[in-house]
């Protein structure tokens, strides 16, 4: 079975640019997760989809910060215009739904360097 | 919202002892709790899990013990291996609608040969 598949791998922009992470989450999973992962810390959730619907953002900076699912599979996340502290890995997961207490499972996620 | 904290965030260890890492989460009706291996380079893994109907589950030299009272759970590895080194999250999820995840901040367990 493929796992969720993310890219690109790395990215390093300049404060102020724009920058974009794709996530294709394994094969009928209907909950996606987009989680942020500073250095040294847990991952925290930004935004989650159940299909194409979103069901939380409430930890989403809204006004930089963007994300769609279109079609309720792959998943794009944007950042504009992008800061220093927005420096850290972004991880995407994806799980069943329908189930109660569903494992996610996580892309290798992309590791942005906003210098 | 759920608040989980997470102790220690280091632990270095001898191979072949064994290494606990505890947690505590603050809303009682949390309903499950994965643990979550990450390796360098590489998005986490879940590795054990347990539900809130259960007090303890053992998956080989990994074992997880809940306490709904006290309102902490902790992850026991046995018999540590080099390969064991990682950082380990623990999680506590609350089911509703639909599931919301928080996540403690880490252990780096490092063992040592």
Redesign the interface.
């Known amino acids: 079975e493929a796992g969720?598949a993310q890219s690109p791998r790395y990215k390093i922009i300049e404060k102020r640019q724009s920058v974009a992470f794709w996530c294709n989450p394994i094969s009928g999973h209907a909950?996606l997760?987009w989680y942020q992962q500073i250095l040294?810390?847990?991952?925290?959730?930004l935004i989650?989809f159940?299909n194409n619907g979103v069901?939380?953002d409430s930890q989403l900076p809204k006004d930089r910060f963007s994300a769609e699912r279109l079609k309720g599979v792959d998943s794009t996340l944007k950042i504009q215009p992008a800061k220093l502290e927005d420096s850290a890995v972004y991880?995407c997961?994806s799980?069943l739904?329908g189930q109660?207490?569903?494992?996610?499972?996580?892309?290798?996620?992309t590791r942005l360097t906003v210098v | 919202g759920e608040n989980?904290e997470?102790h220690p965030s280091t632990l270095s260890v001898q191979e072949g002892d064994s290494a606990v890492i505890k947690c505590t989460y603050s809303d009682s009706a949390s309903?499950?709790f994965?643990w979550?291996k990450q390796e360098l380079?590489?998005?986490?893994?879940?590795i054990i899990?347990i539900?809130s109907n259960v007090g303890e589950k053992k998956d080989q030299r990994i074992a997880v013990t809940l306490n709904k009272t006290a309102k902490h759970f902790s992850l026991h590895i046995t018999e540590t291996q080099p390969e064991d080194s990682a950082v380990y999250?623990c999680a506590a999820?609350l089911?509703g609608?639909?599931?919301?995840?928080?996540?403690?901040?880490?252990t780096k367990l490092q063992v040592i040969p």
């Open positions: 969720v909950t997760y040294g810390q847990g991952p925290k959730l989650q159940q069901v939380d991880l997961a799980s739904v109660l207490n569903t494992e996610a499972f996580f892309g290798q996620g | 989980v997470q309903n499950y994965p979550y380079g590489k998005g986490p893994q879940l899990d539900r999250f999820v089911s609608g639909y599931q919301k995840v928080t996540f403690g901040t880490g």
